[in-house]
């Protein structure tokens, strides 16, 4: 291994949990480097004469879960059931959930939506997988059955 060549003397690690006074710390000089910088603060980082803005792929995953462990669910007005048991519901609540507009308003075009829970660099399979598409209007499911009308 050869000799590693930099100027640094000293590294302090601070801690800054709140994203506006870490960003803000960085601008103002007080901070040499930070990390994570905000989603929401990249294009202000990168416009910084001041700072040069770092990105790159990631293997972190968001992702949203439902209890389809209980019988009943915690949280709920739906009572002595638990909806999320059925995979028909899941999908519904799959499907109505705009993953497009999650990348782009939300994450600002900075995110890949994935069909599983494994970072595309991880699995070379993975795009041979592909996600329920998005679909507000597909055949839904309602947990309650629907009650018949009859004449008498």
Known sequence: MGQKEHNLDEVIFTTIKQDAT???????????????????????VA???????MT???????????????DEL????????NP??????RKAFYQAIDIEAIKTKVMRNLATPVP???APSLFSRSGELSRWPYDPEAPSFSPRPAIPTASR
Request: glycine share 4%.
């Open 116 to 118: 599983i829970l494994i």
């Open 22 to 44: 870490r960003v803000a710390a960085l601008l103002s000089g007080e901070v040499d480097m930070i990390e994570p910088v905000p989603v929401q603060d990249m294009k202000r």
């Open 84 to 89: 999320f048991k059925d995979p028909r519901v």
């Open 56 to 70: 790159g792929p990631e293997t972190r995953i968001i992702h949203l879960f439902f209890d389809q462990k209980r």
């Open 47 to 53: 416009d910084s004469p001041n700072t040069k803005l």
């Open 74 to 81: 915690l949280y709920s007005n739906v009572k002595g059931k």
